[in-house]
């Protein structure tokens, strides 16, 4: 690690405070970061008109980039900036639909973690508390 490299959680912590501007992907998919801690973070998400199915629906690949997003945030809260993790498989469980207009919480964290491997768990809550969708991840580190 250099003397300028910040930790993950660092970093996350800066996002949270407006120091550091908002991924494109949290832009598009109207994410915000909440709350971090050491292997977990939560999200708010508000799904809108660029989100919705022919039919009308938030699309099902709303919640799963959710998902695997916020578990990717949980994981990559635990390691320095420079350390490489991509998704190896995401399985996620559809429980309640999302609405457009909507804001959820979105939270993940880390179940386990080896030097070059992560299993995430991530959920989906309404305004309720309700569990809409659920997902377990399993990342690759590269160290």
Known sequence: MTDHEISGL???????????????????????????????????????????????AVHGGFAATCLDGVAALALFSTLETSTAHSTVDLNVKYVRPLTAGQTY????????????????????????????????TTFVIRS
């Open 105 to 136: 919480r979105v939270e993940g964290w880390v179940v386990e973690r080896t030097r070059s491997l992560a299993i995430c768990d991530a959920q989906v809550l309404d305004a309720a508390g309700k569990l809409c969708a659920k997902a377990t």
């Open 10 to 56: 660092q970093a996350l912590r800066a996002l949270i405070r407006g120091e550091l501007p908002s991924p494109s992907i949290g832009q598009t998919m109207g994410l915000t970061a909440v709350a971090v801690e050491p292997g977990r973070i939560t999200l708010e998400a508000r799904p809108d008109g660029r989100h919705l199915n022919p039919a009308g």
